[in-house]
C-alpha cells in the first residue's frame, strides 16, 4: 500500500506559477503517477502523468505548454510545475498512483485506473 501527500496549493493571480508537490510513502514500485484536478461542477480532470520507468510524460491539451511534470526518485516526489495560470486552473488537485506494469495504453486519465489517492491540494486562481 502507498501514501500520497500533496503539497504547494496556493492562491494566486492569473498568469502567476505555483509548483505542487506528490510525496509517496510505502510501496514505491509505482508506474505512473497522475495529477488530477477537480473543479465544483465539473468533472474530475486528468492532467498530467509520468511513468516512474521510462520518465515518459503525457498531458491534457488544456494545460500543454504551461504545465509539466517531473519526478525526483531519491525524494519518492513528482512535480507539478504550473506556469500561466488561468482561472479555469482553480480546482483541488490529486495525486494518483497505480502499479501497471504493462502499461494503460489509452487509459492514462482514466481516473478508476488508480488506486492509491492523495487527499489534495487547492489551487485558486484569480483573474
Known amino acids: 500500500q502507498v501514501r500520497l501527500v500533496e503539497s504547494g496549493g496556493d492562491s494566486v493571480q492569473a498568469g502567476g506559477s505555483l509548483r505542487l508537490a506528490c510525496v509517496s510513502y510505502?510501496?514505491?514500485?509505482?508506474?505512473?503517477i497522475t495529477w488530477f484536478r477537480h473543479a465544483p461542477g465539473k468533472q474530475r480532470q486528468g492532467v498530467a502523468a509520468?511513468?516512474?520507468?521510462?520518465?515518459?510524460?503525457f498531458y491534457a491539451d488544456s494545460v500543454k505548454g504551461r504545465f509539466a511534470i517531473s519526478q525526483d526518485k531519491t525524494k519518492n516526489t513528482v512535480y507539478l510545475q504550473m506556469n500561466s495560470l488561468k482561472a479555469e486552473d482553480t480546482a483541488m488537485y490529486y495525486c494518483?498512483?497505480?502499479?501497471?506494469?504493462?502499461?494503460?495504453?489509452?487509459?492514462?486519465?482514466?481516473?478508476?485506473?488508480?488506486?492509491?489517492w492523495g487527499r489534495g491540494t487547492q489551487v485558486t486562481v484569480s483573474s
Open positions: 494518483a498512483a497505480v502499479r501497471a506494469p504493462y502499461g494503460l495504453a489509452g487509459r492514462i486519465f482514466f481516473a478508476t485506473e488508480y488506486n492509491s
Open positions: 510505502g510501496d514505491t514500485s509505482l508506474n505512473y
Open positions: 509520468i511513468s516512474s520507468v521510462t520518465g515518459g510524460t
